[in-house]
Nanobody, 115 residues
Framework: QLQLVESGGGLVQPGGSLRLSCAAS????????VGWFRQAPGKAREGVSC????????VYADDVKGRFTISRDNAKNTVYLQMNSLKTEDTAVYYC????????WGKGTLVTVSS
């Protein structure tokens, strides 16, 4: 079965860190451009970061630059999103997506940043 599964979300205080994982099964994630997206309550889904299939170049949304880092572990068929210096406005459901000729989406993992 072809699927993406996100994990690593949870409750963290402002200033804290979390590492999200996006694990693929049934296909090789290294061949795909992988993006992290998030959707806060009452807001539209927005792009957070992505890592390209061709050269692993990365892109970040302006409000996460310098705080979030996207990376791959091809041996584990997983893409990570390291999130540091978290803010309350980072609270959202985080989704990963793998794009090539087909787009795959995970079901999301909830990140809550609150004191």
């Amino acid at each position: 079965q072809l699927q993406l599964v996100e994990s690593g979300g949870g409750l963290v205080q402002p200033g804290g860190s979390l590492r999200l994982s996006c694990a693929a099964s049934g296909f090789t994630l290294d061949y795909y451009t992988v993006g992290w997206f998030r959707q806060a309550p009452g807001k539209a889904r927005e792009g957070v970061s992505c890592i390209s299939a061709s050269d692993d170049s990365t892109v970040y949304a302006d409000d996460v630059k310098g705080r979030f880092t996207i990376s791959r572990d091809n041996a584990k068929n997983t893409v990570y999103l390291q999130m540091n210096s978290l803010k309350t406005e980072d609270t959202a459901v985080y989704y990963c997506s793998a794009a090539r000729t087909t787009n795959y989406w995970g079901k999301g993992t909830l990140v809550t940043v609150s004191s």
